[in-house]
């Protein structure tokens, strides 16, 4: 028998094309050596082009998932991605009110990357106000953010009480790619040169990849780091599946 | 770019614990080197002991996640696992009749390793008279079997049309674990030693591995044997990630 590996527990949507979503986090997971625990909080329907319908679990559907789960293993970290509606958003907070000594990374996924809405509007104020303060990182895009905190960026929200916020620049423009950590500072995290296309996926991955790299002990920069050059690799091997986005290789 | 890996469309329950299910299934799609695209049929509230609910899915939305997939996306081979209502059979089994050219791998989960049950009765005749049929292979264990076919086992599977009936002796007793493959002939496949224990997702595994194989273009008996070999090696690595059963190590 082989000693247990660090265990992530994934509450996020199911992405049937395997892009994204829960077949990305768990993808992810196992190719760092973590074992996934996976829970879905919503359904959709969506190809690698674009979402053509999202469809919520009952909140105590997704809080039941989780805690059989929290119940019996041990688990190291929590990766939120998509959550859909502000009753999963406050049931998934009061989840980790319960469990307050587990390192939480929140993906506040909005819409994908089609531009298909994967939230309604009211789960914003749920993320500002419950669920950033009981995460260890948040990792919005420039878009999220600007939805998210319309005032004054990242800075507004670790005011509310977000310990650290990573804007993520997988979705940005410039020649290479440099995300933003803010905590008390700001530090510039280079990835490396940004790659032609646009891959369906590459956030989800981004955060699982930070969440497994904390599941195994890192700290938060070390992991963004690792989790960096782990996207890196998987968009420079990606393939095209479909018509639409290509899919990193993840594995 | 790498060129595009085949691609598996599995349709399964979730197991949040990652034991079984979809995270089993991705799991293994993605160690043979298949792009896995995963579809819901049902939900499920479990640990490594065992399932306390199942919350079957609308089968309208089944379908729909399949059908976004398997109009972007060239599918090679499809996976059936547990699929809970006769009502999502059904509509999987029309689903199935509209793409008639694609292999099809059913395995008829009744019931969770640890004995919770996840499909209504009704969903028997649907297997026998409508999934079966449109199948190129089932692989029932000896307990699935003897639900599907009380009066005369495989044999009476192949006479409603199913093509090849692998009976599987993953949850077997004997030293060695031998399957049968019931074609028109009956062929014994060995996959080497039982190993001592309870592993959770062994036959989703099992099944996956050979749909997968069949994706990337084995014939019928070098996908079993290598889906053997496959699953022999990920129980030999097993590991406890909780109180219940080993879950079989997949990467």
Redesign the interface.
Known sequence: ?????A?LLIIAG?D???GAG??AD??TA??LGV??????SL???????NV??S?P?APE?VV???E??L????IAAIKLGALGTAAIGSAVADLLARHPDIAVVTDPVLAAAGGGRLAESELIAVYRERLFPLSRLATPNREELALLAPEDGAAELLALGLPACLVTDGEGRGDRIVHELHTDEVHLVANGPRLEGSFHGSGCTLASAIAARIALGDDLEEAIHRAGAFVQKAVA????????Q??P???
């Open positions: 028998m082989t000693s247990t590996p265990i199911l049937p094309s395997g829960l077949a768990i993808e196992v190719a074992h996934p625990a996976p829970v879905a359904i959709t329907v969506q190809d690698t082009v053509s319908a469809e679990l559907l039941d998932q989780a059989a789960v119940a019996d293993l041990p091997q990606a393939y095209q599946p479909g018509q639409g290509k899919v290789k993840r594995w």
